[in-house]
């Protein structure tokens, strides 16, 4: 089996470090060890990929002297058998990664070695690193749009398609967590394997172990033959849970279970089942904030939660909006072989004065209905979007102050003319009758850059 963890063990007692390497060596890691911390100093470079597991009191240099030393990047885990509130407090500020008191259990160092390598591989993969082309057409295709906020999603998926690390993916309804998960899939080593995608909140309480682990023949009535569950259908590739906050705490134990082993055991037998998938979790709840209140596993919690990925709601990235709208529109135009109806310009202002509660979801199905209604109706996507959502418009607007819808109107005034006009300077100057002074300073208020609209043409 290739070993997925490495560990520089520093301590000046022989059978400790003889010890360490026998137990970190039997739970798949790597270890290098030293006696004394100088000559190990000399064996971590920037490439290192592990954590370093040190003693604090030591002849020569100590632990605390190491952790000055090094790059704060890299994990290192202080161990000593004198602790002390005062001591784990200094360690902390001078960036340890953790703090572990003797005696302690073995399974613990265990486990916080290994959390510790999958952060240094997070944090490697981030570092700023040439990429292929090719990626960047990926994503420009899949997560569409030219807002900083976007942008930060794209370089944030490049970055961690490229490690293993299981990831959370929070996010409102709609925001495209599913195309994240997908995209993070097929930039990764595991782009030939199976993606497989389920909607836990979908599947009923007493169905989802059977759905997600199998079944045997027998184990159950109706179960007439054995059945693999997602996790062996995802083998060697991702497993992608959405709304993972809808689980009871007792399907989360045996879910932790699982992600902890590496294995599965199918209902109605006792045969565990080797799986090597990557999985990716999404929810639209503060799972930390869920925790604190007892109704999500807070180890589950950070087993899951390697590395994150915010999404951005589509009020946070309004200007993004006409792009998205165009897009959708097009290819619903094609779907269904019919013309590309023109936006106006008061279309413009309603799509990006619309709260859009269901975010981009809502987006699409707003241009698909706006083009199936122009083959019968010339009804405007303002009247569009204020069937069955006036009550909610008029109590989200009273929630706001006169300056602040006074700003949003002028946002996307600005913003539709620079739509309209193609990112023509002086055309906008003159119809919106501003010095270029002051669009410029507006522009710059609300986030708003010239070449993005030009980009848009």
């Known amino acids: 089996m ?17 010890s360490l390497e026998q137990w970190l060596t039997l739970a798949d890691i790597r270890v290098q060890t030293f006696n004394d911390a100088r000559t190990a100093l000399g064996a971590i470079g920037p490439e290192f990929q592990g954590a370093i597991v040190t003693d604090i009191r030591m002849p020569g240099m100590d632990g605390m002297s190491l952790l000055r030393e090094i790059d704060s990047r890299i994990p290192v885990i202080l161990i000593t058998g004198h602790g002390g509130v005062a001591l784990a407090v200094e360690a902390m500020k001078l960036g340890a990664y953790d703090f572990v008191e003797k005696p302690y259990k073995p399974e613990r160092l265990v486990e916080t070695i290994k959390r510790a390598c999958k952060q240094r591989q997070v944090t ?23 807002s900083p906020q976007i942008e930060a999603v794209r370089a944030q998926v490049r970055a961690l398609a490229r490690v293993n690390a299981d990831i959370i993916i ?10 994240v998960a997908r995209s993070l899939h097929d930039l990764s080593i595991r782009r030939e394997h199976p993606f497989v995608a389920i909607n836990v909140a979908a599947v009923p309480e007493n169905l989802r172990e059977s759905e997600l ?35 009871s705490m007792e399907f989360q134990i045996k879910l932790l279970r699982v992600l902890q082993e590496r294995e599965v055991v199918r209902v109605g037998s006792n045969k565990p089942i080797a799986v090597n998938v ?4 999404a929810t639209k709840e503060n799972l930390r904030d869920a925790a604190s209140a007892g109704r999500f596993r807070e180890d589950l919690f950070y087993r899951l939660m390697v590395a994150d990925i915010q999404l951005p709601t589509l009020r946070e990235r309004s200007g993004d909006i006409p792009l998205l709208f165009s897009h959708f529109l097009r290819q619903s135009a094609e779907r269904h072989n019919l013309p590309e109806p023109e936006l106006s310009y008061d279309d413009l202002i309603a799509l990006e004065l619309h709260e859009w509660p269901g975010n981009v979801r809502e987006l699409r199905h707003t241009a698909e209905r706006h083009l199936l209604t122009q083959s019968f109706s010339q009804a405007s996507i303002q009247e569009l979007l204020q069937l069955g959502s006036s009550n909610r418009a008029r109590h989200s ?13 002028e946002k996307a005034l600005i913003s539709a003319e620079l739509t ?4 023509d300077m002086k055309t906008v100057m003159e119809v919106l009758d501003l010095p270029r002074r002051t669009l410029n300073q507006k522009m710059q208020k609300y986030g708003l850059k010239r070449e993005d609209f030009l980009q848009r043409s």
């Open 420 to 423: 309209h006009h193609k990112g």
């Open 213 to 247: 682990f199998g079944h045997e023949a027998g184990a159950f009535t109706g179960a007439q033959k054995a059945r693999q569950g997602i996790f062996e259908a995802a083998h060697n590739g991702t497993l992608f849970l959405d709304e993972i906050e809808s689980m």
């Open 2 to 18: 290739q070993l997925k963890y490495e560990a520089i063990i520093i301590d000046d007692d022989p059978e400790v470090l003889e």
């Open 124 to 146: 490697l993969a981030t570092m700023p690193t040439l990429h292929d082309a090719s990626e960047d057409d990926l994503l420009a295709e899949r997560i569409i749009g030219q």
């Open 170 to 179: 929070l996010g409102e309804t709609g925001t495209g967590k599913e195309l």
């Open 278 to 281: 990557r999985v990716i979790s």
């Open 397 to 409: 607007n009273g929630e706001q102050s006169l300056s602040a819808r006074l700003q949003q109107v």
